[in-house]
T-cell receptor
Framework: AQSVTQLGSHVSVSEGALVLLRCNYSSSVPPYLFWYVQYPNQGLQLLLKYTTGATLVKGINGFEAEFKKSETSFHLTKPSAHMSDAAEYFCAVITAGNKLTFGGGTRVLVKP | EAGVVQSPRYKIIEKKQPVAFWCNPISGHNTLYWYRQNLGQGPELLIRYENEEAVDDSQLPKDRFSAERLKGVDSTLKIQPAELGDSAVYLC????????????FGQGTRLTVV
């Protein structure tokens, strides 16, 4: 079985501050990992993904995430938050059989 | 290239009425997903198709929900009869034949059952 846990359903950051969103997964096989962003009344948009190779993955809008197998984590970071980063972020894992499973999401609020 | 297209965007119905959602995936994508997203939660898989075959429908409430994907392209998700608890956003996504690639999502259909 596979599952995804996102720590913190809400995160508030000041504009220009570091954004850190936590994601831990459980999987019996090497996972493929994703971060998606969802703006209000929109579908999900892919931010970045880890499949194989380099464990530090860079995505769109200045986001990056690092796959740490020993910690079963795939935390998402951005050095400097922008007002446009206010959205909901979902971590997801896909393993054998092409089944995509999502975490519960973290809503990011950016304060001016 | 067009993305995943869903219709309608919004739907309000009375309980016990039927409702249907339509999805047109990205051209050439063999895998199609239907997810339900309750307010403040992550998407939960309802059903996954590989071409026209439903390969994972374990989370689909089969007493009232049904889905089809004729000719392995467009898909329809139906609820009959709808209940108040079915109010949610229904998301369709598709991915290519390559295993373990990312899914591309439509904008969703927001269903309100009153």
């Amino acid at each position: 079985a596979q599952s995804v846990t996102q720590l913190g359903s809400h995160v508030s950051v000041s504009e220009g501050a570091l954004v850190l969103l936590r994601c831990n997964y459980s999987s019996s096989v090497p996972p493929y990992l994703f971060w998606y962003v969802q703006y209000p009344n929109q579908g999900l948009q892919l931010l970045l993904k880890y499949t194989t190779g380099a464990t530090l993955v860079k995505g769109i809008n200045g986001f990056e995430a690092e796959f740490k197998k020993s910690e079963t984590s795939f935390h998402l970071t951005k050095p400097s938050a922008h007002m446009s980063d206010a959205a909901e972020y979902f971590c997801a894992v896909i393993t054998a059989g092409n089944k995509l499973t999502f975490g519960g999401g973290t809503r990011v609020l950016v304060k001016p | 290239e067009a993305g995943v297209v869903q219709s309608p965007r919004y739907k309000i119905i009375e309980k016990k009425q039927p409702v249907a959602f339509w999805c047109n995936p990205i051209s050439g994508h063999n895998t199609l997903y239907w997810y339900r997203q309750n307010l403040g939660q992550g998407p939960e898989l309802l059903i996954r198709y590989e071409n026209e075959e439903a390969v994972d429908d374990s989370q689909l409430p089969k007493d009232r929900f049904s889905a089809e994907r004729l000719k392995g392209v467009d898909s329809t998700l139906k609820i009959q009869p709808a209940e108040l608890g079915d109010s949610a956003v229904y998301l369709c996504a598709s991915s290519s034949e390559t295993v373990n690639t990312e899914a591309f999502f439509g904008q969703g259909t927001r269903l309100t059952v009153v």
